[in-house]
Nanobody
Framework: QVQLVESGGGLVQPGGSLRLSCAAS????????MGWYRQAPGKQRELVAV???????NYEDSVKGRFTISRDNAKNTVYLQMNSLKPEDTAVYYC????????????WGQGTQVTVSS
């Protein structure tokens, strides 16, 4: 079992920045990849960024060049640095973990609200 706790959401003006954190605990040795998802009102949940245990990263097209996913292995924490935020980035952001040999994300955090508005 992996437990995930997100933090760092809030209200920011367009063009501003936020950094989300996701602290993992439990069976962290079983984690192969960590991802950040988001879900806006009335929309499906979408994968925003992924970082694998090997350090590879991937991003959804609309956030490329603005968001950066990173990790601190010593702290068992994954970050999502969000710059040049737009109103359309407003959503609840979730951290998720995918196990070795798994095809889906089985462990989820509680979510943190990000609101981009003037």
């Amino acid at each position: 079992q992996v437990q995930l706790v997100e933090s760092g959401g809030g209200l920011v003006q367009p063009g501003g920045s936020l950094r989300l954190s996701c602290a993992a605990s439990g069976s962290i040795f079983s984690i192969d990849a960590m991802g950040w998802y988001r879900q806006a009102p009335g929309k499906q949940r979408e994968l925003v960024a992924v970082i694998t245990s090997g350090g590879s990263t991937n991003y959804e097209d609309s956030v490329k060049g603005r968001f950066t996913i990173s990790r601190d292995n010593a702290k068992n924490t994954v970050y999502l640095q969000m710059n040049s935020l737009k109103p359309e980035d407003t959503a609840v952001y979730y951290c998720a973990a995918r196990g070795v040999m798994a095809t889906t994300y089985a462990s989820w955090g509680q979510g943190t609200q990000v609101t981009v508005s003037s």
